[in-house]
């Protein structure tokens, strides 16, 4: 890993300390939330995305192949949602291909500081006693969160339904 020396000045960090894509356990004391927003028509439980994976998205050719993958198997395939890739970036997330219903992935909050944007990653899945459907399912998502110079950094969480 590189990292960046940097002034040792208050308030700013004195190195690189993450990457987009990273993940880390928890978000740091003192983020602040960062205003995001769920793009509407991109969250679904059928996907053709059939591994877990995380994204994030600069580029409107990197958001129309993502959209392909995501739209799945939608006839017509409607066109990929308006982006705008001066002022925003686009994070994906998908759980995989699961066996029924009952699953979900969404995004609680995105807060920041001056060392990276953390988004959070909620995947959700039917306890024991739920009753599901027995269809497979793929849920997978997308948000908008600010373009700016702050690597994307994930932070994972888990939820098991008592139904």
């Known amino acids: 890993m590189f990292l960046l020396a940097a002034a040792c000045e208050e308030g700013q960090?004195?190195?690189?300390?993450?990457?987009?894509?990273?993940?880390?356990?928890?978000?740091?004391?003192?983020?602040?939330?960062?205003?995001?927003?769920?793009i509407q028509e991109a969250t679904t439980q059928v996907s053709s995305i059939q591994e877990r994976e995380r994204g994030i998205i600069s580029t409107q050719v990197e958001w129309e192949a993502y959209w392909?993958?995501?739209?799945?198997?939608?006839?017509?395939?409607p066109p990929a949602p308006t982006v705008d890739f001066n002022a925003e970036r686009v994070v994906t997330a998908a759980m995989g291909g699961?066996?029924?219903?009952g699953y979900g992935i969404s995004v609680p909050e995105?807060?920041?500081d001056p060392d990276a944007i953390y988004v959070v990653i909620m995947e959700t899945s039917p306890g024991p006693s739920c009753i599901v459907t027995q269809a497979t399912t793929a849920p997978a998502l997308a948000v908008r969160v600010p373009a700016d110079n702050r690597p994307v950094v994930f932070v994972e969480e888990t939820q098991v339904l008592d139904c």
């Open 98 to 101: 699961r066996p029924t219903g």
């Open 68 to 77: 392909v993958r995501f739209a799945g198997s939608v006839q017509p395939m």
């Open 110 to 112: 995105v807060r920041g």
């Open 13 to 38: 960090p004195t190195e690189a300390a993450f990457q987009d894509g990273d993940t880390v356990t928890e978000v740091p004391a003192g983020a602040t939330a960062v205003t995001y927003g769920a």
